[in-house]
């Protein structure tokens, strides 16, 4: 354990439990304080009765006066068991009249509840109440308290032993609770530790027990997998950077090598003006590229909202109609009306647009263009962007990383990123996206709602 960690062993797991531990012992002791003193004074309580009826017995049996106690106190002196209640009865002067206690009898009337006497030589503590009578008399009537002390050190042994088992097992669960999280997070730590020196395939350990370890085990795993996949990311962006810019670059560089050799103007001002536009090409891939980039790091940040989509599609559709119309398409709609989900409006336009962008640019005139948007299943709404054209060559699922595009497309505008754009789009949206083989394209965007 570190050391400063141990100056605070109150925030480790086996501090936290022995705390716990302690608290119910705490608890226990004050519950066991609080049913001693009840126990311990309903008991004297008690006592106290049963020596003022007795006292009440005593006076109505010598109802001729205190001759008459001292003969009651006689009959019981005689018939006394180990129960039995202590008596004394003296005049005005003190000396003894009757009974056996042996004890100073109170000069007052009332109780005392620890009143020193001696029996058979041995000193012990009574209570006992003190009656004045008639003719200076005073009649005194005691308890021995034996009974209440057993009682109370029999309470206190209980209450101690519960303090001390609740302590014992306390301490003991705190051990092996401590002992079983430092096993699980050393697992843990030595496997992040594995992470930061480089071993990237390294994954969290967890044991199938579905406990809070295996929940905690598996977020990780998860963030772990998603780091993988936009560091595989960054990884083909930087390759396909580099390869795909270096041909528009190299242009660019001939172009103004071309405007500084040249001394006539005219050729001067056409190289500039061709520098200028691929500068422009290369500013749109850039900005592409970080739009995509932009989408994929918003993930579960994106600020989804009610987004009416049926009537969203529909008003796509209608602004791309002239255009498609103008370039020799038909266009199709099948569109299922008052379809809503929760989404990012601006990101679902931008899909949609990417997709049509695409039939409209490399389909030839004549190609039918269907958007369908429909519900499937109680959870889900399938938009689909088909058309009737060539389709595309190739493994088709690559289409959706930045830079790759058909061979027959490669003589159309583009840079192969549309498609990658809508697969993050996709992706933030927890949609599952995918193309339909030939005969001619088709995406399909299974989005949740």
Request: negative net charge; proline residues 4%; hydrophobic residues 45%.
């Amino acid at each position: 354990m570190p050391v400063s960690l141990a100056k605070r062993w109150w925030r480790t797991t086996f501090g936290l439990v022995a705390l716990v531990a302690i608290g119910f012992g705490l608890a226990t002791l004050l519950v066991g304080a609080i049913a001693f003193g009840v126990v311990h004074e309903e008991l004297e309580k008690q006592l106290d009765h049963r020596i003022a009826a007795e006292t009440a017995a005593l006076i109505d049996e010598g109802d001729d006066g205190p001759s008459g106690v001292a003969k009651a106190i006689a009959r019981r002196d005689a018939a006394r068991s180990t129960a039995s209640l202590e008596y004394r009865l003296v005049d005005a002067a003190g000396r003894r009249v009757a009974g056996r206690l042996d004890a100073s009898v109170p000069s007052e009337p009332g109780y005392v509840e620890l009143l020193p006497y001696t029996r058979d030589r041995e000193r012990r503590i009574a209570q006992s109440l003190t009656t004045r009578l008639p003719g200076g008399h005073r009649l005194l009537v005691a308890a021995d308290r034996t009974v209440i002390d057993e009682m109370d050190a029999t309470m206190i042994r209980l209450f101690a032993g519960a303090f001390g088992a609740i302590l014992a097992l306390g301490i003991g669960a705190a051990w092996i609770v401590g002992a079983v999280t430092r096993a699980r997070l050393a697992r843990i730590d030595r496997t992040a530790l594995a992470i930061i020196d480089g071993d990237l395939t390294q994954r969290m350990p967890m044991t199938g027990q579905g406990d809070e370890f295996d929940h905690v085990a598996a977020t990780l795993n998860r963030m772990l997998d998603r780091i993988g996949v936009l560091m595989d990311n960054l990884r083909q962006v930087s390759s396909d950077v580099a390869h795909d810019l270096r041909t528009p670059l190299t242009r660019l560089h001939n172009r103004l090598d071309e405007a500084l050799s040249s001394v006539d103007r005219a050729v001067q001002l056409s190289a500039i003006e061709a520098a200028r536009v691929q500068s422009r090409e290369l500013l749109d891939i850039f900005a592409a590229l970080l739009r995509i980039a932009e989408v994929e790091g918003l993930g579960a940040r994106v600020p989804f909202g009610e987004v009416a989509l049926s009537h969203l599609v529909e008003g796509i559709v209608e602004t791309y109609r002239p255009d498609m119309e103008a370039g020799g398409h038909i266009l199709v709609t099948d569109i299922s009306a008052d379809l809503v989900l929760a989404g990012d409006r601006r990101l679902l336009q931008q899909l949609l647009t990417n997709l049509l962008d695409n039939a409209l640019a490399h389909t030839p005139s004549g190609t039918i263009v269907t958007v369908s948007l429909k519900r499937i299943g109680a959870n889900n709404i399938d938009l689909v962007v088909a058309d009737d054209g060539p389709g595309v060559q190739g493994d088709v699922t690559k289409l959706f990383e930045r830079f790759t595009r058909d061979e027959r497309s490669r003589t159309t505008s583009g840079h192969g990123l549309g498609l990658a754009l809508v697969a993050a789009i996709a992706a933030a949206h927890r949609a599952h996206v995918r193309i339909t083989p030939p005969p001619g394209f088709c995406v399909t965007v299974e989005l949740p709602g």
